[in-house]
Nanobody
Framework: QVRLAESGGGSVQAGGSLRLSCEASGSPVKDYCMGWFRQTPGKERGERVGFIDSDGSAKYAENVKGRFTISQDNAKNALYLQMDSLRPEDTAMYYC????????????????WGQGTQVTVSS
């Protein structure tokens, strides 16, 4: 089991940038597939943002591809989500999650979740 804690959320205008962090404890993130998901009001938590595999390869949802970048620092045991060219529709609570299964965009495969950090993008 890995414990996760997100930070870095906030309010930004459209076109701006934010960098979210996810600090892990209890287990090394390099042993997991680490994912980012988001939730908007009235919807479930599992909207896919992307994931990064243990070999450093990342995959993104189509609606964030080219704007968001996932990275991982094994020395700090942390995961990051760099968000550029933000849009109002990116407004959501953002969660990091971990699975010891093969990487997938399926949120149901992720066992460990952080508490989330809110991102608000104004037009």
């Amino acid at each position: 089991q890995v414990r996760l804690a997100e930070s870095g959320g906030g309010s930004v205008q459209a076109g701006g940038s934010l960098r979210l962090s996810c600090e892990a404890s209890g287990s090394p993130v390099k042993d997991y597939c680490m994912g980012w998901f988001r939730q908007t009001p009235g919807k479930e938590r599992g909207e896919r943002v992307g994931f990064i595999d243990s070999d450093g390869s990342a995959k993104y949802a189509e609606n964030v591809k080219g704007r968001f970048t996932i990275s991982q620092d094994n020395a700090k045991n942390a995961l990051y989500l760099q968000m550029d060219s933000l849009r109002p529709e990116d407004t959501a609570m953002y969660y990091c999650a971990a699975t010891d299964l093969p990487c997938t965009m399926d949120p149901g495969a992720f066992d460990d979740w952080g508490q989330g950090t809110q991102v608000t993008v104004s037009s």
